[in-house]
C-alpha cells in the first residue's frame, strides 16, 4: 500500500476552502489557543508557559470569528462517519464546545478527553494550581446511514498508561508525558505534541488508508503519524518557521510501520 503526505504552506481558513465537501475521515486540530501575552486576553499562569507567539494573539471577537471560521470549514469537509478532534486548554476549549453545540447541531460530541501530563512544569507564581491537562474534544459528523468508527478492540488491547491498565476499557483520562526531546529532534516548535497522543486519536478513530487532516499541523505530528501507521495525510501550516521542521520530519524519517511506500509534497498556496 503506498500512502500519500502534502504539507499546504498557507492560511488554513483559505486552504480549508479549496478542499471538497466530505472528503476527510478525521480531521485533528490543535488550533491557537490565545494564551500568547501583549494582545487578546492575557492568560499568563506561569512564566515557563507563557508564550509570545504572533500566531497565537487575537481579540476577543477575532478569536470567536476565527474559531467559527475553521470549525465550519473543518465540519464541511469531513465525511459522514467522521470525526473531529480539538485540542485546547481552559483558554479556547469551552468556546469550541459553546460553538458546536450552539451552531452545529448535525455534529455529537462523543467524549471529552482530559490529557493529564504528569511531569508537567511547576507553577512559580504560587498563585495558581498547577495547570498539568490539556483537553480534547471529540466529535463527529453522523450522517447518509454513517456513524463514527471507534476501533474499540485497538484501544483495550494497545493503550495502556498509569491511570489505563492494558487489556481493560480506555478511560477518558489519559496520562501522556510532555513531548520528550528525542521527538524534537528535527526542530525546535514551543506546542509540539507527544506521538503517543496523536496515535491514540488516530488509531481509535481511522483505518488504514484513510485521509487525515490538520489544519494548523505545526511541527507535522499529525502527518508523521498518520505516515507511520498508513493513513493519507494532509496538514496545513501558515509559518514559514515550521515548514523546515516538518520537512525533515516526514522526509529525513522514510521508516513506517507495514514498510509501505510513501508520497510527500510540499507545496506553498497560492490564493
Ligand atoms: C498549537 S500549534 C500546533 C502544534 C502541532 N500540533 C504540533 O504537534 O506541532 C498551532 C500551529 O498553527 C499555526 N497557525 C496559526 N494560525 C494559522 C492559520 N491561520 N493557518 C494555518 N496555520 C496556522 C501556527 O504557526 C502553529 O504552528
Known amino acids: 500500500m503506498k500512502t500519500t503526505h502534502k504539507i499546504i504552506q498557507g492560511d488554513a481558513l483559505k486552504v480549508l476552502k479549496t478542499i471538497p465537501d466530505n472528503s476527510v475521515d478525521l480531521v485533528f486540530a490543535d488550533p491557537p489557543y490565545n494564551m500568547s501575552k501583549k494582545k487578546g486576553l492575557n492568560w499568563a499562569y506561569s512564566k515557563h508557559v507563557t508564550m509570545q507567539e504572533s500566531w497565537d494573539m487575537f481579540s476577543k471577537d477575532d478569536f470567536f470569528k476565527f474559531n467559527n471560521g475553521w470549525l465550519a470549514e473543518c465540519f464541511r469537509i469531513l465525511k459522514h462517519g467522521g470525526s473531529l478532534w480539538i485540542s485546547g486548554s481552559f483558554h479556547n476549549i469551552y468556546q469550541m464546545g459553546f460553538i458546536i453545540q450552539q451552531f452545529h447541531p448535525e455534529i455529537k460530541i462523543n467524549n471529552s478527553i482530559v490529557w493529564f501530563k504528569p511531569n508537567a ?13 490539556e483537553h480534547l474534544i471529540w466529535a463527529t459528523k453522523n450522517g447518509d446511514g454513517k456513524k463514527w468508527k471507534f476501533n474499540y478492540q485497538w484501544t483495550k488491547d494497545h493503550i495502556t498508561d498509569p491511570i489505563n491498565p492494558i487489556g481493560k476499557q480506555t478511560r477518558n483520562v489519559w496520562s501522556i508525558p510532555l513531548t520528550p526531546k528525542s521527538e524534537k529532534w528535527a526542530g525546535a516548535h514551543p506546542t509540539q505534541k507527544p506521538f503517543e497522543l496523536l496515535k491514540r486519536i488516530i488509531l481509535s478513530s481511522t483505518n488504514e488508508g484513510d485521509l487525515v487532516l490538520d489544519p494548523f ?40 510501520l507495514s514498510g509501505s511506500q510513501t508520497e510527500i509534497t510540499i507545496e506553498k498556496f497560492k490564493d
Open 217 to 256: 499541523v505545526g511541527s507535522g505530528t499529525t502527518s508523521a503519524v498518520a505516515k507511520y501507521y498508513g493513513r493519507n495525510s494532509i496538514g496545513i501550516e501558515l509559518s514559514d518557521k515550521y515548514i523546515g521542521i516538518i520537512k525533515k520530519r516526514l522526509q529525513e524519517n522514510q521508516k513506517t
Open 121 to 133: 512544569q511547576p507553577n512559580i507564581t504560587c498563585r495558581f494550581f498547577t495547570e498539568s491537562t
